[in-house]
């Protein structure tokens, strides 16, 4: 069965502060990697990444893939109060016989909480 | 607004009631997805279509669930006698076929069971 865990499960920081968080997997037929964050609500899609070594970048937040040793991290710098919520961590993984479907194998999250 | 609308937001009802709930996609996707997250804890799959096609279904629905998309649109959820443990929030997310594993959530329904 597809395994996706997540670590620290709780995060509490300052103003400030970078960030790191983990995300290891054991899955079948790997497809993508992906991270959300939840805010009282819906996740709200941050990035996918699918090849190996490749930062992907989106202002303060950054994530890389190691596809040998089947982990991710989610990078946060000079964090601020908004950043405060649950990033979870999701693979994407290809049913056997090679038949792409889009299941979605979730962590259990990190609550991130950020003092002013 | 384009994105994923779920309705109802929040639905409580009595132990052993039938409940349903829609979900209206990204107006291109043509893949819908169903799941179900509790307290604490990462969404769980429980269900895909592609178009109107049910494609896969979790073993974490029992003959209690059922989900349809009659017309590859919008989608349905029905809990049957639904029990306690059926407390839960009940997110659908949709996605285009070549990008299936970015998707895109609505803001989920609320179940309370009492």
């Known amino acids: 069965e597809d395994k996706v865990v997540q670590s620290p499960l709780s995060l509490v920081v300052h103003e400030g502060d970078t960030v790191t968080l983990n995300c290891s997997y054991e899955?079948?037929?790997?497809?993508?990697l992906l991270w959300y964050k939840q805010e009282k609500k819906a996740p709200t899609f941050l990035f996918m990444l699918t090849s190996s070594g490749i930062e992907k970048k989106s202002g303060r937040l950054s994530s890389i893939l190691d596809k040998k040793e089947l982990f991710s991290i989610l990078n946060i710098t000079a964090t601020q109060t908004g950043d405060s919520a649950i990033y979870l961590c999701a693979v994407g993984s290809r049913r056997a016989g090679g038949t792409s479907y889009g299941k979605l194998t979730f962590g259990q999250g990190t609550i991130l909480t950020v003092h002013p | 607004d384009t994105g994923v609308s779920q309705n109802p937001r929040h639905k409580i009802t009595k132990r052993g009631q039938n409940v349903t709930f829609r979900c209206d996609p990204i107006?291109?996707?043509?893949?819908l997805y169903w799941y179900r997250q509790t307290l604490g804890q990462g969404p769980e799959f429980l269900t895909y279509f592609q178009n109107e096609a049910q494609l896969e279904k979790s073993r974490l629905l029992s003959d209690r669930f059922s989900a349809e998309r009659p017309k590859g649109s919008f989608s349905t959820l029905e809990i049957q006698r639904t029990e306690q443990g059926d407390s839960a929030m009940y997110l659908c997310?949709?996605?285009?076929?070549?990008?299936?594993?970015?998707?895109?959530f609505g803001p989920g329904t609320r179940l309370t069971v009492t």
């Open positions: 997310a949709s996605s285009q076929t070549g990008v299936d594993y970015e998707q895109y």
């Open positions: 107006s291109e996707h043509n893949r």
């Open positions: 899955v079948t037929n790997f497809r993508s």
